[in-house]
C-alpha cells in the first residue's frame, strides 16, 4: 500500500507558503522527496531517515514525524520554479531495502 | 557528464511486439533500478540490480526481462506488449543502494495500441 500524498494538488501565488504530506500506515524508516517538473525526470530534493534532523535547502525544508509516521515538505517564499510535481518515496521495515512511492502532489505557482 | 541516458524517447508498438528499452550510465553505479509511471499511481518498481551480473524483480514485474552484462549498462525487454504497458518508463542509478540519491533518465514514452 502507498503512502499517502495530501494535498493532490495546490495552486499558489509566487511568494506564498505551501506544505506537503506524506503519510504512511506503516513504521517509516526513511522518507525521499524528489520533484518532476512536466516532461522531464524525477530530480532528488533530500532524504530524511528515521531518528535524524530535520532538513532544508535554500526555502525547501522537510521534516519527519515518527509519532504521525509522517513526513511534511515545507515550501517557503515560492518561486515559479518550484512548480512541479512532488513524489515522496518511503522506506518500510518489509520494503526490502527498496522505496515505495506516493501519488505525487502537483504544485502549480503563479505569477 | 551524460548522468543516466534512456533511449528511445517516444515509442509506438502494436500488442504482442517485443523491444527493448535501453538504458546507460556514466557515472560507475552500482545500483540502477527500472520503473514505470501511471498517472496517479506514482512510481512503482519493476526490475532491479545491485550489480553486474545480479537482478532482481521489484513490485511489478510480469512481462519484462531485464540483464545487466556491464556496470554501465540495464536495458529492459517487453517480451510481447499489451496496453496494459502503456507507460512511461524511467530508469535510474544510485552510488549506494535504493536508499539514497537517485539520479533518473529522462524517461521513455510508450504507447502499446
Known amino acids: 500500500q502507498q503512502p499517502v500524498q495530501s494535498p493532490q494538488a495546490v495552486i499558489l501565488r509566487e511568494g506564498e507558503d505551501a506544505v506537503i504530506n506524506c503519510s504512511s500506515s506503516?513504521?517509516?524508516?526513511?522518507v525521499h522527496w524528489y520533484r518532476q517538473k512536466h516532461g522531464e525526470a524525477p530530480v532528488f530534493l533530500m532524504i530524511?531517515?528515521?531518528g535524524g534532523e530535520q532538513k532544508g535547502h535554500e526555502k525547501i525544508s522537510a521534516s519527519f514525524n515518527e509519532k504521525k509516521q509522517q513526513s511534511s515538505l515545507y515550501l517557503t517564499a515560492s518561486q515559479l520554479s518550484y512548480s512541479g510535481t512532488y513524489f515522496c518515496?518511503?522506506?518500510?521495515?518489509?520494503?526490502?531495502?527498496?522505496?515505495?512511492w506516493g501519488a505525487g502532489t502537483k504544485l502549480i505557482i503563479k505569477p | 557528464n551524460a548522468g543516466v541516458t534512456q533511449t528511445p524517447k517516444f515509442q509506438v508498438l502494436k500488442t504482442g511486439q517485443s523491444m527493448t528499452l535501453q538504458c546507460a550510465q556514466d557515472?560507475?553505479?552500482?545500483?540502477m533500478s527500472w520503473y514505470r509511471q501511471d498517472p496517479g499511481m506514482g512510481l512503482r518498481l519493476i526490475h532491479y540490480?545491485?550489480?553486474?551480473?545480479?537482478?532482481d524483480q521489484g513490485e511489478v514485474p510480469n512481462g519484462y526481462n531485464v540483464s545487466r552484462s556491464t556496470t554501465e549498462d540495464f536495458p529492459l525487454r517487453l517480451l510481447s506488449a499489451a496496453p496494459s504497458q502503456t507507460s512511461v518508463y524511467f530508469c535510474?542509478?544510485?552510488?549506494?543502494?535504493?536508499?539514497?540519491?537517485?539520479?533518473f533518465g529522462q524517461g521513455t514514452r510508450l504507447t502499446v495500441v
Open positions: 506503516k513504521a517509516l524508516y526513511s
Open positions: 557515472m560507475n553505479h552500482e545500483y
Open positions: 530524511l531517515l528515521k
Open positions: 535510474a542509478s544510485t552510488n549506494g543502494g535504493a536508499l539514497t540519491e537517485a539520479f
Open positions: 518515496g518511503t522506506e518500510w521495515s518489509d520494503s526490502n531495502y527498496q522505496l515505495i
Open positions: 540490480s545491485v550489480g553486474a551480473g545480479i537482478t
